[in-house]
């Protein structure tokens, strides 16, 4: 065989593996975004229930200075995150926006109490847990009510519950097909060098013999393939930390070595398991068998 002929085969060797390399690394990239909404499907979930208001009204006669040091006594109760004081001219002024300027003429003294606006740590947004939150901050001479919205708390809940069994399908899915589509793409890197193994195994070579150089480039095409795909899911979460920053604080940054470690391994698992079973079929394959 001529130096050109060698030169165009291995050119060939060299775009399969490469053409191989990229369809796997789409696959694991898929894998990647897959992998980071499940390991921060806990984190989104908390920024929901996190992001629930909870108003404790104060009785109309509670002067700000008190209403503020029993934020304070608030602050430190173990179901708060955190807490916001709206003064009597601010609950004036967010009144007049809804209702006009003129709202208050119907009264002789202003109606609106000072009040603080509390967000709940997300163990504690539940019903049950509700009532309880309820019962402790309204336990306090100074406080008239507290208000939520208990349908909304129990939307909240029933939807978070429905998105997770949906998402939790939706990876499932998604890792079978990714599974089949880098299986069907290691079958066919390997499928073309049949007639390599066919001579091999007419030399004597055992089955390990002859599946142990293809085992160790899978680990290596399973790598490689795998930092390509980190590096895509890289780039594309700093392009949503550039532009949609808020959505980006949802994600928890300590578990991406979660993701980065889910990837390598699928890319690596999925990459020998299927080269491993190929191989051995095309051992066990007759010459005539080869052309099929």
Known sequence: MSKGENHIIGRRLVNAYL????????????????????????????????????SV???????????????????????????????????????RNLLGEDFL????????????????????V????LDMVKSEIAASPLVDEVVYQRSL??????????????LGIFI???????????NNTVRLNVYARRFTIHTMRLVGATRSFIRAPFVLQAVFQGIFSAIVAIIMLLAIMFVVRNEFAQLFEVFRLDLLLIVLGIVIAS??????????????????????????
């Open 19 to 54: 053409s191989s390399v990229i369809s796997i690394s789409l696959v694991l990239l898929l894998v990647g975004v897959a992998s980071l909404l499940l390991v921060n499907a806990r984190s989104v979930s908390d920024y929901f229930k996190e992001n629930m208001k909870v």
């Open 57 to 95: 009204l104060m009785k109309t006669d509670v002067a700000e200075e008190d209403a503020l040091a029993f934020r304070r006594k608030v602050d430190g109760m173990r179901f708060i995150k955190s807490s916001d004081f709206v003064s009597r001219e601010q609950g004036i002024s967010e009144m």
């Open 105 to 124: 003429d119907v009264f002789e003294t202003s109606p609106i109490p000072v009040s603080i606006d509390v967000t709940l740590k997300a163990d504690y």
């Open 126 to 129: 539940s019903a049950d847990s």
């Open 153 to 166: 708390v129990d939307a909240l809940n029933s939807n978070l519950s429905k998105i997770s069994v949906v």
């Open 172 to 182: 499932v899915l998604l890792l079978f097909i990714s599974y089949v589509l880098i």
């Open 267 to 292: 890319g690596v698992v999925i990459c020998v398991s299927s080269t491993y079973f190929v191989v051995n079929k095309l051992v066990s394959l007759k010459k005539d068998e080869l052309y099929f």
